[in-house]
Every structure is written in structure tokens, then in C-alpha cells.
């Protein structure tokens, strides 16, 4: 990976894991408005100033910070002084996340960044190197050590009921299966057996999303793929269970900060 950065701002994605995202980006003032996805966003800030809103708060994270950013928390970016700023990050389901601490409440980094040790080795060991793929068990290795980190780390938010994992599970493989089609709360209450504000409640606590928006997410993704292969926008909306092309726009800006054209557009491979 070369060290020049280009004069406009750009973004990168490392060869794909079979688990993870992972990106390097630069900005030079504006980075992307308000918005949440359904994924932890885990970085550090390689350069500059990485200046952003947070929880109602304004935070500033600087070369060697860690960043955290909660599933389904609103964020922006941008940069906070003339030089810009280039940053990495990783992407992570916490689905994923789920797996290994086996239905506790997703773990929370108050402010969204921090300095701890434990974090910053766990994190280093996925962003160290975005120019080569991982081989599998090398994944599974860093995702694990992440969430035992995360989890070690957080302020926990104690469940104030027990949580049903397995119904919740079985909740988010039906929406998988049905991601062409309108899904209801009911239809999933009956899937996973668990009614549905008490299933509702459990897959907030532990995707940090609600359904509705973990099965847009899911969409999103998908039309990601279709778009960098070159589909046309309308064509992508249409495949991907959206209404048209203007409802996966709106989506798309509320979960990546920025309309698909200009996403392309940023877009560059390592």
C-alpha cells in the first residue's frame, strides 16, 4: 500500500474477508452527514484530526485513538483541521459478536473511543495490514480476541430480563430467507417462537438493531455488490426489495452518510 495520499478524498477497501469489511479512507473537510448502520464500526485514526458527533456530544479522536462506534448510533464526520484526515476501519455484524459471547448484551464503549491497551492490540491485529486477505482460522483468531476485548473493556449494560439468543437466532435466519418480500413482526414471532415484543425487545439487545432495520441493512448490502458491478441504481433498488430507486437513495444516506453516486465515486480498491 503506498503512503502518497491523493488530493481528494477517497476511500479503499482491503481484499474481502469472509466475516468483516474493511477500509482506509482520507477526507479532506466534509467526510459524510448523520447517519447508522447496523454494524460496529471499530478504527483508528491515522492522520489529522477524525472529528465527529456522537451521542449528543462532539469527539475528536487523533493518530493512535481507538474508535468504537455502537451498532445504530448516530454519527457523522468530518475533519477537524485544514489537513484532513485519513483514518482505517473495520465493519463487524455483531451477529458475529454474538457468536462467541454466546447472548450477553452487545458490548458498549461510552463516547466511542478509547485508549485501553487490550482494545488497542485486538484492533491492531485486524488493521495493521488491509493489503492481504486473512485466511479463515486467521479471522476467526482476530474476531474472537476482539470480543473478548470489547467485551472486557465496555461499561456492560445489565439486561434487565434474560435474553432469548436462540429464538432471536432463529428470528434472524428467517429474515435472511425473505429478503425479496414484505416481513412481519408476526411472521417472525412465529418463526422463532417467542412473542413478538419480547423478541423484538431481545434483538435490540442483542444485534443492536431492531428487525425492520437489521433486514434493510441486509438489503443495503447487497445492492453495494450489485452497484460496484455496475448495475443501474433502478435495476439495484428493484432486485434488492425496494420500492424504487429514490426509497434505496433515502436508505442508503441514512446508513452510509452519503447518496450511492458519490459513494461510487469515493470508491477505490486496494
Same mark, same amino acid.
Given at each position: 500500500?503506498?503512503?502518497?495520499?491523493?488530493?481528494?478524498?477517497?476511500?479503499?477497501?482491503?481484499?474481502?474477508?469472509?466475516?468483516?469489511?474493511?477500509?482506509?479512507?482520507?477526507?479532506?473537510?466534509?467526510?459524510?452527514?448523520?447517519?447508522?448502520?447496523?454494524?460496529?464500526?471499530?478504527?483508528?485514526?491515522?492522520?489529522?484530526?477524525?472529528?465527529?458527533?456522537?451521542?449528543?456530544?462532539?469527539?475528536?479522536?487523533?493518530?493512535?485513538?481507538?474508535?468504537?462506534?455502537?451498532?445504530?448510533?448516530?454519527?457523522?464526520?468530518?475533519?477537524?483541521?485544514?489537513?484532513?484526515?485519513? %483514518? /482505517?476501519?473495520?465493519?463487524?455484524?455483531?451477529?458475529?459478536?454474538?457468536?462467541? #459471547?454466546?447472548?450477553?448484551?452487545? $458490548?458498549?464503549? +461510552?463516547?466511542?473511543?478509547?485508549?485501553?491497551?487490550?482494545?488497542?492490540?485486538?484492533?491492531?491485529?485486524?488493521?495493521?495490514?488491509?493489503?492481504?486477505?486473512?485466511e479463515p482460522l486467521e479471522e476467526d483468531d482476530v474476531l474472537y480476541d476482539l470480543?473478548?476485548?470489547?467485551?472486557?473493556?465496555?461499561?456492560?449494560?445489565?439486561?434487565?430480563?434474560?435474553?432469548?439468543?436462540?429464538?432471536?437466532?432463529?428470528?434472524?435466519?428467517?429474515?435472511?430467507?425473505?429478503?425479496?418480500?414484505?416481513?412481519?413482526l408476526d411472521e417472525l414471532s412465529q418463526a422463532s417462537g417467542r412473542d413478538r415484543?419480547?423478541?423484538?425487545?431481545?434483538?435490540?439487545?442483542?444485534?443492536?438493531?431492531?428487525? %425492520? /432495520?437489521?433486514?434493510?441493512?441486509?438489503?443495503?448490502?447487497?445492492?453495494?455488490? #450489485?452497484?460496484?458491478?455496475?448495475? $443501474?441504481?433502478? +435495476?439495484?433498488?428493484?432486485?434488492?426489495?425496494?420500492?424504487?430507486?429514490?426509497?434505496?437513495?433515502?436508505?442508503?444516506?441514512?446508513?452510509?452518510?452519503?447518496?450511492?453516486?458519490?459513494?461510487?465515486?469515493?470508491?477505490?480498491?486496494?
Open positions: 500500500m503506498s503512503d502518497h495520499i491523493p488530493a481528494g478524498d477517497w476511500v479503499k477497501y482491503s481484499p474481502e474477508l469472509q466475516k468483516m469489511e474493511r477500509i482506509e479512507a482520507f477526507f479532506n473537510g466534509h467526510g459524510f452527514t448523520p447517519h447508522r448502520h447496523d454494524t460496529y464500526a471499530i478504527g483508528t485514526t491515522l492522520s489529522g484530526v477524525q472529528s465527529f458527533q456522537y451521542r449528543r456530544c462532539q469527539r475528536h479522536s487523533l493518530p493512535g485513538n481507538i474508535l468504537v462506534l455502537h451498532p445504530d448510533e448516530v454519527h457523522d464526520g468530518q475533519a477537524g483541521t485544514e489537513e484532513g484526515f485519513r %483514518y /482505517r476501519m473495520v465493519y463487524i455484524q455483531p451477529a458475529l459478536i454474538q457468536q462467541i #459471547l454466546g447472548g450477553k448484551p452487545l $458490548p458498549f464503549i +461510552e463516547g466511542g473511543l478509547s485508549d485501553d491497551p487490550r482494545l488497542y492490540r485486538a484492533t491492531r491485529a485486524l488493521l495493521c495490514n488491509l493489503d492481504s486477505a486473512m470480543a473478548q476485548a470489547l467485551d472486557q473493556v465496555s461499561g456492560r449494560r445489565v439486561a434487565r430480563k434474560a435474553l432469548d439468543f436462540v429464538a432471536a437466532e432463529r428470528a434472524r435466519a428467517f429474515i435472511h430467507s425473505a429478503l425479496d418480500r414484505v416481513v412481519t415484543w419480547s423478541l423484538s425487545r431481545d434483538f435490540r439487545a442483542l444485534y443492536g438493531t431492531s428487525p %425492520y /432495520r437489521y433486514m434493510t441493512q441486509r438489503r443495503l448490502d447487497l445492492a453495494r455488490v #450489485l452497484l460496484k458491478s455496475g448495475y $443501474p441504481l433502478a +435495476e439495484t433498488a428493484l432486485s434488492t426489495g425496494f420500492f424504487d430507486q429514490s426509497h434505496l437513495t433515502r436508505q442508503f444516506i441514512q446508513t452510509y452518510g452519503v447518496p450511492p453516486g458519490r459513494w461510487l465515486t469515493r470508491l477505490k480498491q486496494f
